[in-house]
T-cell receptor, first 112, second 115 residues
């Protein structure tokens, strides 16, 4: 059974601070996705990373895929209250047709 | 473009009762997924359909859960009888097809409370 570990589980910061969320597995991902989920809504895809060492940027969010494709990180610069939500990583194992395995998520709260 | 529609949004039942959830995917999406998200956890795949055929139901507790997508469009997920541990949000998602490059679009979910 593949497991995705996310850390930290909870994060409460002030507006303007930077933060990093981590996603780790003992298995190799064929690809990895990051989602954001707000209360009462379904997850919304932020990014997909496929190549080891890949870095993608989405405004103030920077996503990195580890060289060995076993880990990933999400860095937010100058967090805003609008960034508040549950950040989920989801790894795909066993090739492009494999199912997504989700981590437990990091619950981020950004206070004004 | 309309998103994935789910109903009802909330459902409260007593244990051993039955319940059904409905999902209408984005028009033209061949692949439909049902996920269970227990409080404090990430979504867990229950079943995946490609058109009206089941692709993966390995994590569906088949003694009490059933799902169908008869015409390859909308889908229902049923629990009979419900247990306390079935309390969760049931998310439906759809995508053009399966595979890594296809984006899954999620509905808002049905929050089930089993008392």
């Amino acid at each position: 059974t593949q497991l995705l570990e996310q850390s930290p589980q909870f994060l409460s910061i002030q507006e303007g601070e930077n933060l990093t969320v981590y996603c780790n597995s003992s298995s190799v991902f064929s690809s990895l996705q990051w989602y954001r989920q707000e209360p009462g809504e379904g997850p919304v895809l932020l990014v997909t990373v496929v190549t080891g060492g890949e870095v993608k940027k989405l405004k103030r969010l920077t996503f990195q895929f580890g060289d060995a494709r076993k880990d990933s990180s999400l860095h937010i610069t100058a967090a805003q209250p609008g960034d508040t939500g549950l950040y989920l990583c989801a790894g795909r194992y066993g090739g492009s047709q494999g199912n997504l395995i989700f981590g437990k998520g990091t619950k981020l709260s950004v206070k004004p | 473009e309309a998103g994935v529609a789910q109903s009802p949004r909330y459902k409260i039942i007593e244990k051993r009762q039955s319940v059904a959830f409905w999902c209408n995917p984005i028009s033209g999406h061949a692949t439909l997924y049902w996920y269970q998200q227990i409080l404090g956890q990430g979504p867990k795949l229950l079943i995946q359909f490609q058109n009206n055929g089941v692709v993966d139901d390995s994590q569906l507790p088949k003694d009490r859960f059933s799902a169908e997508r008869l015409k390859g469009v909308d889908s229902t997920l049923k629990i009979q009888p419900a247990k306390l541990e079935d309390s969760a949000v049931y998310l439906c998602a759809s995508s053009w097809t399966s595979g890594a490059k296809n984006i899954q679009y999620f509905g808002a979910g049905t929050r089930l409370s089993v008392l």
